[in-house]
């Protein structure tokens, strides 16, 4: 039963009251510049998209999950590289947003640009509320919030620099496995939304 306490003492610990909040606002910059991302479709990203989403049409729903797990994973990976998955994190949220309006422009025909802004708006506000999108957006927000807590850490240390990097290391790995979890569950969410082709 100690055992039991201890680590529901660290869990509350490591997931703080900081790092929710953090959390949170990191969820909401994320969503912000994958809906900025609407304004500006991008070919490139349309095509990359849709090649995704054909590839994974192709698989079994074991296969979606796979796919789409390590898809997010390497993306979150990078996320969890300090300051620079930050930045990155961002840029691939703008990304993908150009890519949703890409493919509603494809797809829809629609060529003014608020029209198009307005229909991939909504798009992306239901992918970004559906389980799995806040599943694996959460997971996302978690390793950005987690990342910049790491550097806030480590750079101002407010005790011995080489324990406070030690027990940063550890609390951000706990972090980063429970992102990968997020990302598991989110990846079987998805996966029936894929029709098979």
């Known amino acids: 039963m100690n055992k039991l306490t201890d680590l529901n003492n660290y869990l509350k610990k490591v997931i703080s009251y900081e790092r929710l909040k953090l959390t949170i606002v990191c969820f909401l910059v994320f969503v912000f510049f994958e809906f ?9 990203q349309t095509t990359l998209a849709l090649s995704q989403i054909k590839e994974m049409q192709s698989k079994n729903f074991v296969g979606k999950v796979q796919y789409i797990f390590k898809e997010n994973a390497v ?14 994190a961002f840029k691939v949220a703008f990304a993908t947003g ?6 509603v422009s494809r797809y ?14 909504g798009y992306a506000f239901v992918l970004a509320i559906m389980p ?13 919030a987690s990342n910049l807590l790491f550097l806030k850490t480590t750079l101002f240390p407010k005790e011995d620099r080489k324990k406070v990097l030690k ?31």
Do not use: C, W
């Open 75 to 88: 993306q979150n990976a990078y996320f969890a590289i300090p300051l620079f998955g930050v930045v990155y």
């Open 132 to 144: 799995h999108g806040l599943l694996e957006y959460g997971a996302y927000a978690l390793t950005i």
């Open 98 to 103: 150009q890519a949703i309006a890409g493919i």
């Open 108 to 121: 829809l025909n629609i060529t003014s640009r608020y029209d198009l802004f307005m229909t991939s708006f």
């Open 36 to 44: 900025a991302g609407l304004l500006f479709p991008n070919h490139e």
């Open 167 to 197: 027990e940063a290391l550890k609390d951000y790995a706990v972090v980063l496995v429970i992102a990968f979890v997020l990302l598991v569950l989110g990846a079987i969410a998805e996966a029936p939304y894929i029709k098979s082709s």
